[in-house]
């Protein structure tokens, strides 16, 4: 850990001195993220970092999370519900979907199991980005309010995407009673202890 301490030192370096040029260029800072991200998996000689996945779902997920639902307008949430509903669970369904049906189709060897789990990595868009674009570009106050709402609600359905993808590329079998009770649990289970927390 010690040697990769210094390359993690200066990535976060770089990813402050980033933020602090898009705040100049008044750019949003996830595009300048990205793109040095991508300029980096360039570059000859790094050391490779392996992350525990657990460790973003428990460490740095909700920081992430909570500062994109701290900005959003509950009233506004609470107008749009049925529209950020349907986007949040439906639209993503359809877009794993329709990634498995393609994948399945133009990629050689890829099953329907494979294609509804890259669909579910696919699907749902990234809450703070959605939040942090938003700022930057002038929008009407709804649209805005419905497109950080789903990104924050999105995430449920993909992994319940994900998960049973998973199961089905494992074990070649694919139970929707199960899909869709796991689906209700995340959304009420996940409310639920926000409300009781909060």
């Given amino acids: ?17 980033l933020q602090m040029l898009a705040n100049k260029l008044r750019v949003a800072y996830p595009i300048l993220l990205v793109l040095a991200g991508l300029l980096v998996c360039f570059l000859p000689g790094l050391p490779r970092v392996h992350v525990d996945p657990e460790l973003i779902f428990f460490l740095f997920l909700p920081p992430l999370l909570f500062e994109a639902a701290w900005s959003i307008s509950w009233k506004e949430l609470r107008r ?17 979907l329709s990634v498995a049906l393609v994948t ?38 709804s649209t805005r309010a419905i497109l950080e709402g789903e990104s924050l609600l999105n995430d ?19 139970i929707w009673q199960d899909a869709a009770v796991d689906l209700l649990w ?13």
């Fill in 1 to 17: 850990m010690h040697t990769l301490l210094p390359f993690l030192l200066a990535m976060v370096a770089a990813i402050v001195l």
């Fill in 80 to 96: 749009w519900y049925r529209i950020i509903g349907s986007f949040a669970f439906l639209v993503v369904f359809f877009t794993a």
């Fill in 104 to 141: 399945s189709q133009l990629v050689p060897g890829f099953t329907l199991a494979l294609g509804f789990l890259l669909g579910g990595i696919v699907s749902p868009p990234d809450a703070v980005s959605t939040g942090a674009l938003t700022r930057f570009v002038h929008i009407p106050k």
């Fill in 156 to 174: 449920a359905s993909s992994l319940i995407i994900f998960r049973f993808a998973l199961v089905a590329v494992g074990t070649g079998q694919f």
């Fill in 186 to 198: 995340m959304v009420t289970g996940g409310a639920g202890i926000g409300l009781l927390v909060g």
